[in-house]
């Protein structure tokens, strides 16, 4: 399968802990996109990449989180001294690159519980 | 900020066409409107996307209103697999798109 993967699928981690997280996109594509979603809400912007550069992070990444997409391929979302709140779903997505389109690919997500 | 209004949740008949309504009254001439679908326990899927003309696919059929304050998603046929949160975005193509909470849609047999 050729789509977007996340690794890993769930974590728990205890409050204070760092955690990361791993997207790798579809091969082809340029940007990679993390989102967090929480019950019942849709997907949350966090921060988007094109190739390896970081283009925008919303205010909701605050500096205990960080991304990077080091070689332009998959990138790694960091949490440190997680708090309860962070619990949610982390989703990545990936897409090409310009034109008159811009379709998200969505991995399945990584759901992080913060006990 | 790049807001859109849907309902909640509807419902709909199996085998029944479903219209999901949305509403982006502040769009600009450049955004496109986007609709993604989320499964549960899924990460979003792509459903359509247009500018100003009428869009079909192989899943749906996007009615964007003249203005392009509104559009409406259509489903011709629900079917149980059909049940999903639908999301209304909109974004430029080389922007970030904005997720809303979404339409819940109950398809019933």
């Known amino acids: 399968d050729t789509g977007v993967s996340q690794n890993p699928r769930h974590k728990i981690t205890k409050r204070g802990q760092n955690v990361t997280f791993r997207c790798d996109p579809i091969?082809?594509?340029?940007?990679l996109y993390w989102y967090r979603q929480t019950l019942g809400q849709g997907p949350e912007f966090l921060t988007y990449f094109q190739n390896e550069a970081q283009l925008e992070k919303s205010r909701l990444l605050s500096d205990r989180f960080s991304a990077e997409r080091p070689k332009g391929s998959f990138s790694t979302l960091e949490i440190q001294r997680t708090e309860q709140g962070d619990s949610a779903m982390y989703l990545c997505?990936?897409?090409?690159?310009?034109?008159?389109?811009?379709?998200?690919?969505f991995g399945p997500g990584t759901r992080l519980t913060v006990t | 900020d790049a807001k859109t209004t849907q309902p909640n949740s509807m419902e709909s008949n199996e085998e029944e066409p479903v219209h999901l309504p949305c509403n982006h009254s502040t769009i600009s001439g450049t955004d496109y409107i986007h609709w993604y679908r989320q499964l549960p326990s899924q990460g979003p899927e792509y459903v359509i996307h247009?500018?100003?003309s009428n869009v079909n696919n192989r899943m749906a059929s996007l009615a964007i209103a003249e203005d392009r304050k509104s559009s409406t998603l259509i489903l011709h046929r629900a079917t149980l697999r059909d049940a999903a949160v639908y999301y209304c975005t909109r974004g430029t193509s080389y922007d970030k798109v904005i997720f809303g909470p979404g339409t819940s849609l109950s398809v019933i047999p």
């Open positions: 247009g500018l100003t």
């Open positions: 997505a990936s897409s090409l690159n310009g034109g008159d389109r811009d379709e998200q690919y």
């Open positions: 091969s082809e594509h340029n940007r």
